[in-house]
């Protein structure tokens, strides 16, 4: 088992009126639990205040979690797979965006220097506001060069 955890408190002074100042707790997790030598269960959690210009510049809130399983299938094969679940609250609106994320990865080591990457994502974000929510499904294949 091997990870970091980052607990701290923030102080939020707003310079626009229509944002309340504000303090609180930002959290940041990642553990890694190795059942075996080739497999690896990594949990990512994180809490805290960000930055944004979506919609011009605003305050929001993330609560981010996620477990990952990384699998080494053979000498020059890895796999992964994860389920994520991401929290945004805006601090000028009342409602929150939801998205649940599923993803799997599979690399392929050709030789040192060379990997080809094959990953499906899935998505889904709710909201309280009708116009905001999505699905969103992505395929992608990629060649990893490396010096």
Known sequence: ???????????????????????????????????????????????GDVATFRLGAAARTDTQVGVTLQQ???????????????????????NALRTVQAQGKMELLISRQFSTIASVTYAKRTSDNPIEPFERFRANIALRFAV
Do not use: C, M
């Not at 080494?72 to 009342?94: D, I, P, Q």
């Open 1 to 47: 088992l091997d990870g970091h955890i980052g607990v701290g408190v923030f102080r939020f002074n707003a310079t626009a009126a229509e944002i309340e100042d504000h303090t609180g707790i930002s959290v940041d997790a990642n553990i890694t639990y190795r059942p075996r030598r080739r497999t690896a269960i990594v949990l990512n959690a994180f809490q």
């Open 72 to 94: 080494e299938v053979r000498h020059n094969l890895f796999g992964s797979a994860g389920l994520s679940w991401l929290k945004n609250e805006y601090r000028t609106r009342v």
